[in-house]
Every structure is written in C-alpha cells, then in structure tokens.
C-alpha cells in the first residue's frame, strides 16, 4: 500500500478534497445540533431574528446570479462565444440555490414544516414569493446541468437519459426565459422582503428591490469569471475563453458603477431632511463605528470603485490579475452589503417611545454552532465544486501547453458531443 503522504503529493487535488471532508462533517454535526434543539443553540434572539444564516443565503443567491444575467446574454440576446461561461454559470448557480435552501433549512426553527409554503398558499407574504420563485428556478437550474451530467462515461450504458439530456439542452432558451423570469422575481423580492417591513425605518423604502437586483448581477458575473479564471489555471486548460471572460467582466465593472450610483444616494439621501428612524439608520451607516468602514471602506471604495475600475482596465489591458482581483473585491462588496443590510436592521429600537437621539444597539456575534454550519455548507458547495468541474466533460477543454504561462485568448473549449449545443 502507497504511503499517503506520496499519494497525495502526486495527486493534489485529492488532498485538497481531504481537507474540506472534515469541515464539511462539523457542519453537519452543527447543524444536527440545531435541528435537534432548535434555535437556542445559537446567538438569535426575538431582537436579532435574522443573522450569519441569512448572510450566507443572500450572498449564495446573489453570488449565484450569473446563471441568469449570463444565460440570458448568451441566448436571448444571442452572444453564442459565452455559451462555454454560461455552462459554468448555471452550475455555480445550481450549488448556490443550494446552500441557500440549506441555510434556510436550519434558520426557520421548525425544519419539518419546510414544505408548508408549497401547499398553503400565503399570496400576501413576500417570504411565499420568495419561497416559490426559489423553488421553481432550483427545478430550472437542474434542467440546465442535467445535460451536463449525462455526459459522464458513468451514463454511456444509459442511452435513453443521455438522449434526454440532448433533448433538454434543446430547450435551453426556454430555459433561460423561465430563469430570467423567476431571477428577476425573487432577487427583487429578497431586496422588498426588506423593504416592506415598515416597523424597521432603516429598511423600509421602495428602492431595496432594484438594489438587490443590480447587486446581484454584478455579484454573479464576478463570481462566475472569477472561478472559470482559477479552474483554468489550476488545470491548466481552457473551457472559456479568454476574451470572453474580460468581456463579461467589463459588463460587470459597468453595471457595478450603476449601482455604487444608485446605492450612494440611498444610502445617503436621509441626511437631506428627517424621517423617523431612517436618517438614524443612515447616520449609523455611514459614520457608526460598526458600520461606517465595511460601508465606505469594502462596499463603496474597494468593492465598488476600485473593482469598478480595476473590470473595466482588465479587458483593456488585457490582464488577468486585474480581472481576478476586480472579481475578487466586486464579490467582497457585495457580501458587505448583504451583511450591513441585514445587520443594520437590528440596530435601531421598533419604537421612538422615548424618543431616542442616539439609536439603541442590539447586540449580536455569530457563536460557534452558527459559524460552523455556516462555513460547512460553503465548504460543501465547494466541495460539489471541485468534484464538478474535476469530472464533468463540459469542463474538460483543452490543454495549455507549459510553454504558455496562462490560457491564450485563441484557445477555445472543447466542443460538446453531438447533440449536446
């Protein structure tokens, strides 16, 4: 028998597969915790309802988000280079649905009524709306990289479900109407769950939907470059383009600057007159101790103008560091804004019963239970990642020679088998 410390020099990959297992099995451990003794395992209270859990769904469904925009671009409005990216895009967003119900499984205290929204219908409550859109685009997305999967030799003996797989793909921009169509729907409803929630005056405003909207798909699109970018160097083979990937990521860095327009001046506009709570909320925002350095130092300055910036110079410059790093802070930014939302709701008292000039702080830290289901279900996606885009033929491409320091922009994926585009 092979020494391990051998196996694993030669083969990397299953190291680093070996080192996620056991952060994958703390979360379980964790998250039976919770299921077993509910809720008061953690740091939640009646005053912070909402907490890591819902940061870390948030951020998945909107780190997720690349598989509509860019399913969108490639076939509605007819952009075929990115077909390769949008392979990639609906399967990071397949894992992402899926941490995202995952979180949301263990948040609602009572897990086995999880199905209550799918048979009694609340047509009133935007949390249905959101359970439903949620629902129905996780059966689209699996549509999607059902053709994907059946491509694994494991299914040669399976003719009948690979020619299914064929026959779905057909359908691809079916497909993609129906997820642009639900995306658009529960990403803006995530964004007015928020703001409809009129006894929380930091929340309560009409512009949360649009705001989640376009932070979403800046999120997705850098999420979705960034990993195609790390896969292709670690492999050292190329499925996407480079061209197409400074492409989508200039797209990005655009629709990053209408946003960081857009979130400035709401963030900001309570200082021009006083409503009730709101202007505290803004104050706290932009000059509290908690807040004020994530807000302007992560989500406005280094996740918003200089990834902006650093998008738009990539393709110019042709330069892969610049659009790595560009990804890399678009998608911190928008992890900080996730958090400062939901965070700064919980900030201010639901009643100016006294009066208070100086806002009241709920107190709230992640304790260990949360923090370990949390950082098991993104090592889980990760895992399911890594396993993905290892095994998967539409992620195979085609080899780099070692000459080369980095994929060219020349080298094009390989082709899917006949029946599969």
């Not at 304790?367 to 993104?378: D, F, H, P, R, Y």
């Amino acid at each position: 028998m092979s020494n391990p410390i051998t196996f694993f020099r030669r083969h990397p990959f299953w190291l680093w597969i070996a080192m996620l297992i056991p952060i994958v099995g703390a979360g379980v451990v964790a998250g039976l915790m919770v299921l077993t003794q509910g809720l008061g395992v953690t740091a939640l209270s009646d005053l912070a309802p909402w907490g890591l859990w819902i940061v870390t769904d948030l951020s998945c469904i909107a780190l997720a988000a690349g598989a509509f925009s860019i399913s969108a671009l490639t076939y509605l409005a007819g952009l075929k280079p990115l077909q390769p990216l949008a392979r990639m895009a609906v399967f990071i967003g397949l894992l992402g649905y899926t941490g995202a119900m995952l979180c949301l499984f263990v948040d609602i205290g009572r897990p086995e009524r999880f199905w209550h929204g799918l048979v009694y219908w609340n047509v009133h409550s935007m949390l249905w709306e959101v359970t439903m859109c949620i629902v129905l685009y996780f059966n689209v997305l699996l549509l999607e990289v059902f053709p994907l999967v059946v491509e694994l030799p494991i299914f040669d003996r399976f003719k009948a479900l690979r020619k299914l797989g064929h026959r779905i793909h057909r359908f691809a921009p079916v497909l993609a109407i129906m997820g642009l169509t639900l995306s658009l729907l529960h990403q803006s409803s995530l964004g007015a769950t928020y703001g409809v929630v009129a006894g929380r005056a930091s929340l309560f405003r009409a512009t949360m939907p649009l705001l989640f909207i376009v932070s979403a798909v800046v999120g997705g699109m850098a999420f979705t470059v960034q990993m195609t970018l790390i896969v292709q160097w670690l492999k050292r083979r190329v499925f996407v383009p480079r061209a197409v990937l400074f492409q989508v990521g200039q797209v990005a860095g655009f629709v990053l600057l209408v946003y960081l327009y857009m979130r400035f001046w709401d963030s900001t506009a309570g200082n021009y007159g006083y409503v009730p709570g709101r202007s505290e909320a803004d104050t706290l925002l932009t000059q509290g101790r908690n807040f004020a350095i994530p807000f302007w130092g992560l989500e406005m300055i280094l996740g918003g103008v200089v990834a902006a910036i650093l998008l738009i110079l990539a393709r110019v410059r042709q330069s892969a560091t610049l659009l790595m790093l560009g990804c890399g802070l678009a998608m911190a930014g928008i992890v900080a804004n996730r958090w400062n939302t939901t965070m700064l709701a919980f900030t201010l008292p639901l009643s100016t019963e006294p009066y208070l000039t100086v806002p009241g702080v709920t107190r709230y830290t992640p304790n260990l239970v949360e923090w370990a289901t949390s950082i098991g279900i993104v090592a889980g996606l990760t895992l399911a990642f890594s396993l993905g885009v290892k095994f998967l033929p539409a992620f195979r491409g085609v080899e780099v020679p070692e000459s080369s320091p980095a994929p060219v922009k020349e080298a094009m994926p390989a082709p899917m088998p006949a029946g599969g585009d």
